[in-house]
């Protein structure tokens, strides 16, 4: 069983920047671990991913040219920087790890384990 655990979240003013960071428990690492989103009454959206050696990513729109996605293999843990934060941006933001599935890298499903979330909250 893998564990993922999601922290950094919390309130922040428009314009501000934050830094999620995904620490799992298991060293059997993925093959791509993403960050997804959700706002109240919403799906669960895409927002970026990262290949196992750092050098492939991928944002969803909401995401390019504000967001960074990074890992450190050697401590198990991959980061969101955020930047330019948006009220729009306000969600719980989750990590997935995807290790078994081989679907879309921008889509939920194609994920096999989750975080607990984080809530991120963009005030004006």
């Known amino acids: 069983q893998v564990q993922l655990v999601e922290s950094g979240g919390g309130l922040v003013q428009t314009g501000g920047s934050l830094r999620l960071s995904c620490a799992t428990s298991?060293?059997?690492?993925?093959?791509?671990v993403g960050w997804f989103r959700q706002a109240p009454g919403q799906e669960r959206h895409f927002v970026a991913a990262i290949n196992w050696g750092g050098d492939s990513r991928y944002y969803g729109d909401s995401a390019k040219g504000r967001f960074t996605i990074s890992r450190d293999n050697a401590k198990n843990t991959v980061y969101l920087q955020m930047d330019s934060l948006e009220s729009e941006d306000t969600a719980v933001y989750y990590c997935?790890?995807?290790?078994?599935?081989?679907?879309?890298?921008?889509?939920?499903?194609?994920?096999?384990?989750w975080g607990q979330g984080t809530q991120i909250t963009v005030s004006s």
């Open positions: 298991s060293r059997t690492w993925s093959r791509y």
């Open positions: 997935a790890a995807q290790i078994y599935n081989d679907g879309s890298l921008y889509a939920a499903r194609s994920y096999d384990y």
